[in-house]
């Protein structure tokens, strides 16, 4: 009986922890998708500061559109639907993008343009869908997650530090373990 009530309160941390938890997961998957981004692009364009410099940028920019557009669908009826939606695309997008990104840098190089323009599109193409819908996940935990205005800025802020801390970790995971 003791074991079932320890079980029931850790689930129930785990519950009211769930949108934390939820932006842990976006924090950390947005660095992971940078790190290896740039490591799939190496073999095809090499690892310049231009194609760092285009990776950082497009996903940047679609994580921007994403709290953009991400934000008015939170105010629309059912934002949890919206939420779990953003996640799910998120996650088709990736695993598409592991499917197809030797094909389509074949191709990117082979066309012998300037490795700036090669750069954005392959990051255009490979990163920038995934990190919109990452991106639209933020306003959908902000929307869920508060309660009372009085509280606002605590929430945002809790919601804010576990997707940054997980960032980090995201980013160490990548190049000193996974990686390495």
Known sequence: ????????????RLLRLRYELVAFGAGFSVMVLEVVGARIIAPY?????????????????????????????????????????SIIYAVILILFTAMIYASYLDIISD????????????????????????????PHLAKLSVKSLHDTGKTIGRL?????????LGT?????????
């Open 45 to 85: 364009l090499g690892g310049s500061i231009y194609v760092w410099t285009a990776i950082i940028g497009v996903v940047l920019g679609a994580l921007a559109m994403g709290y953009y557009i991400g934000g008015k669908a939170a105010d629309r009826p059912k934002p949890e639907v919206h939420l779990l939606l």
């Open 172 to 180: 160490f995971t990548c190049g000193y373990f996974l990686l390495a």
């Open 160 to 168: 804010e530090a576990f997707g940054t801390v997980s960032s980090i």
């Open 111 to 138: 066309l012998s343009i300037d490795l700036r323009i090669s750069a954005i599109a392959a990051s255009l193409l490979l990163f920038a869908p995934a990190s919109y819908f990452i991106g639209c996940i933020s």
């Open 1 to 12: 009986m003791v074991a079932m009530d320890s079980l029931k309160n850790n689930l129930g």
